[in-house]
């Protein structure tokens, strides 16, 4: 989900919800307490040079149980964050704290904010040999050929 599509949801909602990919709900209590730019500069293994930026939002509990974000004091976050984000229609991330600090991406199903799984991946998979259409298990992989040292990822 972009910052527009964000803002256009939130300007139709009532109360502001997240869920997450298993379902369960967020407390209703919640905090956004940060709103940050992420850029990573990173070489893949392939040896190609690469740059992500995503809007990134951190969401926190406390235990101040009547806490509610209403859509306006969202909005109006995401107003004072354009002075880190800038203009730029940028996609977005959650952290949210679990076990550890979990990674999520995020869309809306007109209801509620979903926090959407995130996945690893080779972004060089022709450099390693591997079709872009075939995802292996790590046996199929040791059967395919890549092993440790052998030039795969």
């Known amino acids: 989900m972009k910052i527009s599509e964000m803002k256009e949801a939130l300007n139709g909602l009532s109360a502001v919800s997240f869920r997450l990919p298993d379902g369960t709900q967020l407390p209703a209590h919640f905090h956004v307490t940060e709103v940050g730019l992420v850029s990573k500069h990173f ?15 951190q969401l926190w509990e406390a235990g101040d149980y009547d806490h509610r974000l209403a859509p306006q004091k969202f909005l109006h976050i995401l107003k004072l964050s354009e002075k880190i984000l800038g203009r730029e229609d940028l996609d977005i991330e959650v952290e949210y704290q ?56």
Request: charged share 15%; proline share 4%; aromatic share 8%.
């Open 43 to 57: 070489i893949d293994c392939g040896g190609v040079e690469r740059r992500e930026t995503v809007a990134n939002f």
């Open 98 to 153: 679990q076990a550890t600090i979990g990674k999520f991406g995020l869309a809306f199903d007109g209801t509620d904010f979903l926090l959407t799984a995130k996945h690893t991946a080779c972004l060089a998979q022709d450099a390693c040999g591997i079709p872009a259409d075939q995802q292996f298990a790590l046996p199929q992989l040791q059967v395919a050929g890549c092993t440790p040292g052998g030039g795969c990822c």
